[in-house]
């Protein structure tokens, strides 16, 4: 299985990339390794001052991961991805 590079992953545009290389994260395979939960988190712990919407961020390194559009999780997988991140659901 080749790893895809985060610029062809879905929902994963040029912003989110940069940041996620920032951390280490540059190809399909680290992602998916790593987890969207866990990836947030650490992009959270790198950018301290900033607020980096669920939507954008968590629930799109998911649907990069599944292939799936981040707004067609269900609330209870979007509730599960928060609970996982250590976000109020």
Known sequence: MTSKPLSELQNIG????????????TNE??????????????LSDQN???????????????????DKHWDAFSEKEKAQLRTAAG???
Do not use: F, M
């Open 87 to 89: 976000l109020p659901k």
């Open 14 to 25: 040029k912003t989110v990339a940069s940041r996620l290389h920032e951390i280490g994260i």
């Open 29 to 42: 395979s680290e992602l998916r390794k790593l987890g969207a939960a866990k990836a947030y988190k650490w």
């Open 48 to 66: 301290p001052g900033k607020h980096l919407p669920v939507c954008y961020y968590l629930y799109s390194l998911e649907g990069a991961i599944q």
